[in-house]
């Protein structure tokens, strides 16, 4: 079943290599077929999910699975090392409630991708072959319990996205592809390290054999003393987590690592910033949640403060980025940073709430950034222009969009009914709780009050009033007197068209539904999330010492 | 003065000589080879190009077979000492087979170096020669029979190196590499010389037993192990002995580039793992404390400042030979830190590590070939806008290029794993700091190694020829099996690691 929806894309890429480049429509076809397959899978998989099952971590003396459940384990490779013993990597797939949030996020944010996809017109074969690589690589992140296994879905994205980005983006994509993979390669390296240096240092209880299994080394029990990142030997201890959270920052992205999304976004085309805003960035926070956090427990209790406050920084200072942008891709972007810093701030508080609350804006973040790069693309299809500026009135020409857009940003800036609020209250509810992040969340609250400025601002800007000056567009008068405005060079509908709307559409009922009665998605999480919390929990750690 | 041998005392000669020719059946037939070779050429008069090397291929596969057959006699020792007959050598005379092959290969598909009027006659032989060459540096285990082996190999390479006799960028290649080489061949063998007048022997296991036994002066050790370090560093092309390369690899052909970048430098890291292991006493008590022959550090800074040099100084490079020089030099870096270890994991490291890079490198060259036959340039900034004409060879070039920066899913990435496995198993703060150094110089590696796809598939084209650049069908299925290989073996390496580890373990109790 998880093989299936990770492989599903890698097919579907493996068929549009025969075919022929110049029959796009097929391309097209076959990998929206792939992705709604996934998404059937998805489904499938979430109704066959137990969500009382918590995950995380296998009990002492238990099955080396733990309470994850789909599991499937295969002996990939298995070499002797002479006194180290055998080297055991498995093919090792896995779902929690953690993952399995991420994987229905992914599986409709592939969707949303493809259909979005349908206007590219350059080189679509080489297109949707990387697309679906990506999309692979980024399921196979979720869902897989081996480290080995991780790392290597972890570094196949980096390719197709460098080639998505660096292809098909905007006029500085060289820039843009270029300095996106040198960051997360940057990051990830260090990665490799520690994995090689826990493979050393953990031990599978049943076997004896030093094992890659993230499930085996989220428990400290299965440390060896004496070993490199054992129990005792604090200082690596404490570089490995700062390495890895480096690695994992980076994608998040965290100030101040986060200087390569903006220009990624701006250069990416649509589909490839809904993706990137949709799905990789929570990989960032996902791995820090199944790695970072809790194979160093003790060094994360120590780092909440600091974490706290790098979120909190992410937040008023991506706001304020936000509100200083004149394009308007380039504001969502700086929007993603600030939202990804409520998730930072969640996880700082280290008690249920927060975690619950950074986990549910993982998934809500997915959604509504997703919808807000869709809109960013629909007004640029339009317009060739993003510059906020070169706008105005849009609301009285394009009412439906107008609409959509509304519920988006509102979504985005947390009104309540609306999915965001759920996740940002809770956040909050939980930073608050905790002493540590408490002076933070009181800092933090200000984020809102400028997120709502930089949303509500450019909203004004761009769809209330008059057409500007120097718009972009022309208005026409009809023969009974209605006006109209015509963008040059765009011969489409002006308002939503039925593709962009059976994308958008889906995005907006998720969004208020999941505002209403979050919990179809919140269910799923909460066994897990506490059991996280008590496994990152200060008592579990002094119990081993 | 020589004394002149007994009748009896000859006879004994002979006998061994005879019963030592039975374990060095391949390299006996590949030197038979070698002059059916020449011999094949005259007859054929210099046209039929195809079919001498076609001769070329069938017989170094022949060989496959001799080696095959080795692998039931038992581990000894030949010719007084001179040669001995392992797992490892083993392990070698495979790999430098198969790089002979794929070098051959990648000739066959140079249509540059195929066009010369000189013919390519004693070409083929000559890589015939080289591949006998490397084989026995592999081998050797007496001083004299190590050198010799080298000059064999290096002989042939200088003249390989100038096939392109109008070029005046191969002629001057093949001379500075000659010089360099001359200069690089008289400091081995004197250090050499230096080691027998410290122990009076030639074959490395007794040397190392003299050295354990007996002492020796520091300086003079100190002295012989620097000659013969700078000696072993030229074949390898580390820092820093490593000044030949960029021009070389610039100007020779580039099948040769290809099989000097592989081949000499694997046959240099295996004459140093050999020697280092073997004739270097480090399994005994209280060795640890004599100064004069502290080879590790010594490698240790031979390794950072490869890794670093290499690495950085690639990115400024334009042509796409010599940037691949530099990264060469890159690689030996990072095979040197899976020497340093000292265990069997460290040189399971190598061997595998190896055997990715004769895959991905020789892949590279190849692509590189093609890609000159139809643009008629190595220069990085012609490579624009090739993806969209070349797709297969953009495709190919790129998977070898991650595979070079060592990015999984492929075999680049289990070589590095396993060198940093080593490095980490080893333990010790020195160890981690290179590896440190060698992650944070794959990731600039990553820059350079870019910039090729970059090239080829994110700019476009300046010029608009509308000109043929389909590959052969041929072409096509050797890039795709050598890129399918590199990734297969990313993902499933547990056959060659496996192998990799019986090799080494010839070394046995030598290692930890």
């Known amino acids: 079943m998880l093989s299936l929806i990770v492989f599903l894309p890698i097919i579907a890429g493996l068929i549009i290599l025969a075919v022929p480049a110049s029959q796009k429509q097929i391309i097209r076809i076959v990998s929206l077929l792939a992705a709604v397959a996934q998404g059937v899978v998805a489904v499938l998989i979430w109704r066959q999910y137990d969500p009382t099952m918590a995950g995380i971590v296998a009990a002492p003396g238990g099955s080396p699975v733990g309470s994850f459940q789909l599991i499937e384990r295969l002996p990939w490779i298995s070499l002797d090392l002479g006194s180290f013993g055998p080297l055991t990597i498995e093919y090792f797939l ?3 409630g953690i993952s399995i949030t991420m994987v229905l996020l992914t599986a409709l944010i592939s969707i949303i991708g493809v259909l979005s996809s349908w206007t590219i017109q350059k080189q679509v074969k080489g297109y949707f072959i990387l697309f679906n690589l990506l999309s692979t690589a980024m399921m196979g992140c979720f869902v897989a319990l081996d480290f080995f296994l991780f790392y290597v879905f972890w570094e196949l ?23 996106f ?55 690596w201890r404490t570089i490995a987590f700062v390495v890895l959270f480096v690695g994992f920052a980076i994608k998040v992205p965290m100030f101040p690592f986060h200087t390569w999304l903006p ?21 960032g926070t996902y791995g820090m949640m199944r790695i970072n956090f809790p194979l160093f427990p003790e060094v994360f209790q120590a780092g909440l403060y600091t974490i706290g406050v790098f979120g909190a920084i992410n937040i008023i200072y991506g706001a304020f980025c936000a509100l200083a942008q004149q394009d308007l891709k380039k504001m969502v972007a700086y929007s993603s940073i600030s939202h990804m810093g409520y998730v930072l701030l969640g996880l700082a508080a280290g008690n249920s709430e927060g975690m619950l609350g950074a986990l549910y804006q993982m998934f809500n973040h997915g959604t509504i950034t997703a919808m807000l790069f869709l809109l960013v693309g629909v007004i640029y299809d339009r317009a060739h222009t993003r510059a906020i500026d070169k706008f105005g009135g849009l609301a009285s020409y394009m009412p439906v969009y107008a609409a959509v857009v509304a519920i988006a940003w509102f979504a985005s800036l947390g009104l309540p009914g609306l999915s965001g609020f759920i996740s940002e209250a809770f956040v909050f509810v939980g930073a608050f709780s905790a002493p540590t992040t408490r002076p933070i969340a009181m800092v933090s609250v200000l984020g809102i009050v400028f997120g709502a400025a930089y949303l509500l601002w450019s909203l004004q800007r761009m769809f209330l009033g008059k057409r500007k000056p120097d718009a972009v567009y022309d208005i026409e008068t ?58 990152l929990a200060p008592v579990a750690m002094s119990a081993v010492n | 003065m020589f004394e002149m041998p007994s009748g009896a005392e000859i006879q004994s000669i002979i006998s061994t000589l005879k019963s030592g020719a039975g374990y060095f059946i391949p390299e006996l037939y590949l030197s038979a080879l070698f002059m059916v070779l020449i011999i094949l050429d005259l007859v054929l008069g210099g046209r039929r190009k195809t079919i001498l090397a076609s001769a070329t291929i069938i017989g170094l596969l022949g060989s496959v077979f001799f080696i095959f057959q080795q692998h039931a006699l ?28 794929l070098a051959v290969v990648t000739t066959m598909a140079d249509e540059h170096l195929n066009a010369q009027e000189s013919g390519m006659g004693e070409y083929y032989s000559l890589l015939v020669a080289m591949v006998v060459g490397m084989m026995m540096m592999a081998s050797s285990t007496d001083l004299l029979m190590m050198f010799l082996a080298m000059e064999l190999v290096s002989l042939s390479a200088y003249v390989l190196t100038g096939y392109l006799k109008r070029e005046l960028r191969s002629s001057e290649a093949a001379l500075k590499y000659l010089v360099y080489g001359a200069v690089s061949s008289g400091m081995l063998i004197y250090g050499f010389s230096l080691i027998y007048g410290i122990t009076a022997q030639t074959n490395i296991s007794k040397i190392s037993m003299e050295l354990a036994q007996h002492g020796y002066d520091p300086l003079v050790m100190i002295l012989a192990t620097l000659l013969v370090m700078a000696g072993l560093g030229y074949k390898m092309g580390a820092v820093p002995f490593h000044f030949w390369s960029p021009d070389v690899y610039e100007g020779a052909p580039t099948p040769i580039t290809a099989y000097l970048s592989v081949g000499s430098k694997a046959a240099g890291f295996a004459m140093l793992m050999r020697f280092f292991f073997v004739a270097v006493p480090h399994a005994v008590e209280g060795v640890e404390d ?10 240790m800074f031979i390794a950072a400042a490869s890794m670093i040099y290499g690495n950085v100084v690639a990115i400024w490079q334009k042509n796409v030979k010599r940037m691949l020089a530099y990264s060469s030099i890159a690689h030996a870096g990072y095979l040197l830190l899976g020497i340093i270890t000292m265990d069997q994991i460290g040189t399971q490291a190598v061997l595998v590590y190896l055997t990715g890079y004769l895959l991905m490198n020789i892949g590279a060259f ?22 969209k004409k070349m797709p297969l060879a953009g495709a190919a070039l790129t998977v070898f290029l991650i595979a070079l920066v060592g990015l999984p899913p492929t075999f680049g990435f289990v070589g590095k794993l396993m060198i940093f496995t080593a490095l980490l198993g080893h333990g010790g703060d020195l160890y981690m700091w290179l590896a440190l150094v060698g992650i944070l110089t794959s990731v600039i590696s990553l820059y350079y190694y870019m910039y090729i796809p970059l090239n080829m598939f994110l700019r476009d084209s300046e010029l608009n020829a509308e000109k043929d650049f389909k590959t052969g069908m041929m072409q096509n299925v050797i890039m795709t099996v050598l890129m399918l290989l590199t990734i297969y073996f990313g993902l499933f390496f547990q056959p060659i690691a496996e192998y990799a580890k019986y090799s080494a373990s010839m070394f046995g109790a030598v290692l930890n």
């Not at chain 1, 539904?513 to 066994?527: D, E, F, R, S």
């Not at chain 2, 038992?74 to 092959?101: A, N, Q």
């Open chain 2, 290 to 299: 004599m100064l004069g022959i502290d080879w590790i550090t010594m490698m």
């Open chain 1, 181 to 235: 993979f040198l960051y997360t390669l940057f990051g990830s390296v260090f990665m490799l390290l520690v994995m090689i240096g826990l493979y050393f240092s953990v031990i599978d209880p049943l076997t004896g054999n030093h094992t890659f299994s993230l499930v085996a080394m989220a428990s400290q029990e299965n440390y060896v003393p004496g070993s490199i990142l054992g129990p005792g030997s604090a200082m």
């Open chain 1, 478 to 535: 009809d023969a009974h007197g209605h006006e109209h405005i015509h963008f040059h060079d765009w011969t489409g509908k002006l308002d939503l068209d039925a593709r962009e709307l059976t994308m958008l559409v889906p995005l907006a009922i998720i969004i208020i539904a999941l505002g209403i009665y979050p919990m179809p998605v919140m269910g799923l999480l909460t066994a897990s999330i506490n059991k996280l919390v008590t496994v």
């Open chain 1, 263 to 283: 220009d990624a976004h701006v250069e990416a085309p649509t589909p490839i910033s809904v993706i990137l805003a949709g799905v990789l960035l929570k990989l």
């Open chain 2, 74 to 101: 038992p581990d000894t020792e030949i010719f007084f000492g001179m040669y001995s007959l392992d797992r490892f050598g083993i392990f070698f005379k495979y790999f430098f087979v198969l790089t002979g092959i």
């Open chain 1, 94 to 96: 896995g779902v929690d």
């Open chain 2, 366 to 387: 190849y692509v590189v070939v093609l890609i000159a036959n139809k643009i008629g340039s190595e220069n990085l900034d012609d490579y624009k806008g090739l993806g």
């Open chain 1, 157 to 179: 994205m980096l390719l197709p996205m460098y080639f998505l980005i660096g292809i098909w983006g905007g006029p500085n994509r060289e820039y843009a592809a270029i300095k």
